[in-house]
C-alpha cells in the first residue's frame, strides 16, 4: 500500500514537472528569448496619442517576427489599428509606428503571437516575465469568439501565433490612451 502511494506521488510530481516545464520557460543554459519589458506598461492609463508601442527581448528574435504582433484598438476582437511593426538591427526590440496618431480615450491591445522565434530557433518565452508584466494569455475561444463577433484576429491562429506547446495563440497587454 505504502509503495503504492509513493508511486502514485512520483508519477504525479513528474507531470506537475513535465507541464511546468513545457510552457517554453526559459532555463539555464536556453538561449530562447524572453519578453522583458514593453511600453507602455500593460494596464497604463493616459497613455500619449504619440506612443510606439515596444516590446524588448532578452535575446535576439528571428528576422521576421514582427508579421507575428498586432495592435488592436479596443480588445482582441476589435479592427487591428493601421501601422507597421519594426524591429531594431539588433533583433531585441520590436516597435509600432501607427499610420496616424492613436485615438484619444481608446483602450488598446498589443497581441503577441506565441509561436514566434529567436535567432537560435528556439521559441520566444512569454512565461517567464508576461504575466508579470500584465499579459493575459489568449485561448482558441478568445480567437474564435473575436471571429464570430466580427473581429480581425482569423489570420491570427497559424504558426507563428500559436504556442508550440500549451495551446494557446500569444498573450495580449492593454493600454489606454489620454483624453
Do not use: I, K
Not at 528569448?33 to 527581448?57: I, K, M, W
Amino acid at each position: 500500500m505504502m509503495f503504492e502511494r509513493t508511486r502514485t506521488f512520483a508519477v504525479v510530481a513528474l507531470a506537475a514537472s513535465v507541464l511546468a516545464c513545457a510552457d517554453n520557460a526559459v532555463g539555464p543554459g536556453d538561449d530562447s528569448p524572453a519578453l522583458v519589458d514593453l511600453e507602455p506598461q500593460s494596464g497604463q492609463v493616459g497613455v500619449d496619442v504619440s506612443a510606439n508601442p515596444t516590446l524588448r527581448f532578452d535575446r535576439p528574435l528571428a528576422p521576421g517576427m514582427e508579421a507575428y504582433m498586432a495592435l488592436h484598438q479596443g480588445p482582441l476582437s476589435g479592427p487591428v489599428v493601421e501601422g507597421s511593426w519594426s524591429m531594431t538591427s539588433d533583433g531585441m526590440t520590436l516597435r509600432f509606428q501607427p499610420a496616424q496618431p492613436l485615438a484619444p480615450a481608446t483602450r488598446y491591445t498589443v497581441h503577441v503571437g506565441a509561436g514566434m522565434s529567436g535567432q537560435s530557433g528556439g521559441p520566444v518565452s512569454l512565461t517567464m516575465h508576461g504575466p508579470d508584466l500584465g499579459g493575459a494569455w489568449v485561448t482558441e475561444s478568445m480567437m474564435t469568439g473575436a471571429m464570430g463577433m466580427g473581429g480581425s484576429t482569423g489570420t491570427m491562429m497559424g504558426v507563428g501565433w500559436a504556442h508550440p506547446t500549451n495551446g494557446t495563440f500569444g498573450m495580449t497587454f492593454t493600454f489606454t490612451t489620454a483624453e
